[in-house]
């Protein structure tokens, strides 16, 4: 069974400070996943990197895949209270994906 | 919007009760997931449908089923519901049954509340 880790779990800062989030697991992922989730909502699909040491920019969020491809994180630069949500990592290996159980973002205005 | 679509919005049922959560995915994708999320949880996979045919299995209990008719669409079906099953269930396609990427659109959700 292939687990992905998140960290933190809940996560709560102020307007304006940056935050980093983890998603980190044992197994390689042929590519991983980044989605975000707002209450009530669906997932929706932020990013997909898929080589090791791959570095995505969108906006202030930036996403990095370890060189080994097990594990990755997710930096957000100056937060706004627009970015609460619960962001979900999910890999992939052989059409198959895994989810992690979610970091819980609060940005406080 | 994703392009997935999902029906009901909400769903007020009683214990014991069989009910149809139904789900249009975006055009052209052959692939359909289901998923639950309870209050405060992550996403627990059940069940995956690949051009109607099953194609892998999560966490699904024996007490639901679901199925892909040949136009695409899927429904999941629960039955003998209890108070635990009261989640948000969610349907997400994707493009190419075989990619590496395996990019999942969702759709809104179904709220099911069992009382």
């Known amino acids: 069974t292939q687990l992905l880790e998140q960290s933190p779990q809940f996560l709560s800062i102020q307007e304006g400070e940056n935050l980093t989030v983890y998603c980190n697991s044992s197994?390689?992922?042929?590519?991983l996943q980044w989605y975000r989730q707002e209450p009530g909502e669906g997932p929706v699909l932020l990013v997909t990197v898929v080589t090791g040491g791959e570095v995505k920019k969108l906006k202030r969020l930036t996403f990095q895949f370890g060189d080994a491809r097990k594990d990755s994180s997710l930096h957000i630069t100056a937060a706004q209270p627009g970015d609460t949500g619960l962001y979900l990592c999910?890999?992939?290996?052989?059409?198959?994906?895994?989810f992690g159980d979610g970091t819980t973002l609060t940005v406080k205005p | 919007d994703s392009g997935v679509t999902q029906t009901p919005k909400h769903l007020i049922t009683a214990t014991g009760q069989r009910v149809t959560l139904r789900c249009s995915p975006r055009s052209g994708d052959l692939s359909v997931y289901w998923y639950q999320q309870s209050l405060d949880q992550g996403l627990q996979f059940l069940i995956q449908?690949?051009?109607?045919?099953?194609?892998a299995k999560g966490n699904i209990l024996e007490r639901f089923s679901a199925q892909q008719f040949p136009d695409l669409h899927s429904e999941l079906n629960l039955s003998s519901l209890e108070l635990g099953d009261s989640a948000l269930y969610f349907c997400a396609s994707s493009g190419v049954g075989t990619s590496s990427y395996n990019e999942q659109f969702f759709g809104p959700g179904t709220r099911l509340t069992v009382l």
């Open positions: 197994s390689v992922f042929s590519s």
């Open positions: 999910a890999g992939v290996n052989a059409g198959k994906s895994t």
């Open positions: 449908y690949y051009n109607g045919e099953e194609r």
